[in-house]
């Protein structure tokens, strides 16, 4: 079988808003429990690279809800996953016609609030969730990247009047991530491990 881009989705909103959207589509759970059991899973399976997308919350007090945070490297604990060729990823994502900022991801092993997700915004992340960083290292030297629709800032907090609203909106556009996905896993699948995939791209995309 011809290998293919995998897509994991944690959460079954995320699952059901990608369905059909291009890729294949794995729900891998929520938390970092879950995602370490699927990623042992998915370690050995036959495909030709990883994405991790979903929602996430936004660090950066100048994102907005339903902005797309394209990860170029993901934080867990001490460990740092570097993620390959996401300035190509941005370009096909802003094709589609999608705000797109580029910058690190941070897992974490609970949901963040208050003085918490201030300290990890001053780490310089725009982004937080509860899976990539535990995900990602199934790709092994194969091409991943990391794709988060901002779900609830600073400003928005997650349980707040808005939430459903922005939730909506949110799921639309993680559904708008699956044909800008293909095209960057088919630019990338013929260019070999993970290092080669991420120095071969990173400097030649605007």
């Known amino acids: 079988m011809r290998p293919e881009l995998l897509v994991c989705a944690p959460l079954r909103v995320e699952h059901a808003a990608l369905r059909g959207s291009g ?4 729900r891998t759970g ?13 370690a050995p399976a ?3 690279a990883l994405a991790v997308a979903g929602l996430g919350g936004g660090l950066d007090p100048t994102l907005r809800a339903g902005d797309v945070v ?7 604990g001490e460990r ?11 370009r096909e994502l802003r094709r589609a016609g999608l705000s797109v900022r580029l910058g690190s991801v941070v897992t974490t092993d609970h949901p963040v609030t208050g003085d918490e997700r201030l300290a990890l915004a001053r780490t310089g992340a725009l982004v937080v969730d509860m899976e990539s960083g535990v995900l990602t290292p199934a790709a092994g030297r194969r091409a991943r990247a990391v794709v988060r629709v901002v779900l609830d800032t600073p400003r928005q907090p997650l349980i707040g009047p808005g939430t459903p609203w922005r939730l909506v909106g949110a799921l639309r556009r993680l559904r708008e991530t699956g044909d800008p996905l293909l095209r960057w896993f088919r630019t990338v699948a013929g260019a070999g491990s993970q290092d080669t995939v991420r120095s071969r791209w990173s400097k030649e995309v605007p």
């Open 70 to 76: 394209v990860g170029t490297e993901v934080f867990v």
């Open 46 to 48: 036959d495909f030709g």
């Open 80 to 90: 740092t996953h570097p993620l390959c060729a996401p300035e190509l990823l941005a």
């Open 30 to 42: 929520y938390g970092p429990r879950r995602s370490a059991r699927s990623a042992g899973g998915l």
């Open 23 to 26: 890729p294949r589509i794995v």
